[in-house]
T-cell receptor, first 115, second 110 residues
Framework: DAGVIQSPRHEVTEMGQEVTLRCKPI?????LFWYRQTMMRGLELLIY????????DSGMPEDRFSAKMPNASFSTLKIQPSEPRDSAVYFC?????????????FGPGTRLTVL | SQQGEEDPQALSIQEGENATMNCSYK?????LQWYRQNSGRGLVHLIL?????REKHSGRLRVTLDTSKKSSSLLITASRAADTASYFC??????????FGTGTRLKVLA
């Protein structure tokens, strides 16, 4: 079991550029979460997908942020245009059927730095 | 403020000692979970305790939950240097809302 895979692990970009973060959930998991972690705000839920459908995107900070899940094995989080305050670690997590367990499995994260 | 607030923010102990960290929350929950995060890594699930449970054990971990006080504690017995990490509580209410606490940074000195 490879676990949740995220790419890239590190991203450094300049303000105004488009950034795309990628996530491959664990096979068979039907829920996917995107989180952002900063020192000031801790870990915040950005968006939640269930069976590839966005259920709650109320945590997405602005229209500059968008997320997609075109199939069960892939999701993207896009920031366009990026700003320095978007600098953070972005985590993707997946979860199997909630009847089975309420445990989330986190990826290693993408550390984003916007200059 | 965040739903879950851990206390203390940082803890430094000697190897072999026990480490206790606490979590307080504000609203009703379905369950409460504890996660560990090593530096530069993702969160790893440690243990889950349901709202109708008061205590749970897993290896060297002991978790208690007091829903009347809206608080939980995580005890790590006989700590090891490898336990050095940040520990977060996460409260679950509904089907997908997990609110993570601010974390306790534990340092175990060899």
């Amino acid at each position: 079991d490879a676990g949740v895979i995220q790419s890239p692990r590190h991203e450094v970009t300049e303000m105004g550029q488009e950034v795309t973060l990628r996530c491959k959930p664990i096979s068979g998991h039907n829920s996917l979460f995107w989180y952002r972690q900063t020192m000031m705000r801790g870990l915040e839920l950005l968006i939640y997908f269930n069976n590839n459908v966005p259920i709650d995107d109320s945590g997405m900070p602005e229209d500059r942020f968008s997320a997609k899940m075109p199939n069960a094995s892939f999701s993207t989080l896009k920031i366009q245009p990026s700003e320095p305050r978007d600098s953070a670690v972005y985590f993707c997590a997946s979860r199997p059927d909630r009847v089975t367990t309420d445990t989330q499995y986190f990826g290693p994260g993408t550390r984003l730095t916007v200059l | 403020s965040q739903q879950g607030e851990e206390d203390p923010q940082a803890l430094s102990i000697q190897e072999g000692e026990n480490a206790t960290m606490n979590c307080s929350y504000k609203t009703s929950i379905n369950n409460l979970q504890w996660y560990r995060q090593n530096s530069g890594r993702g969160l790893v699930h440690l243990i889950l305790i349901r709202s109708n449970e008061r205590e749970k054990h897993s290896g060297r971990l002991r978790v208690t939950l007091d829903t009347s006080k809206k608080s939980s504690s995580l005890l790590i017995t006989a700590s090891r240097a490898a336990d050095t990490a940040s520990y977060f509580c996460a409260t679950a209410s509904g089907t997908y809302k997990y609110i993570f606490g601010t974390g306790t940074r534990l340092k175990v000195l060899a």
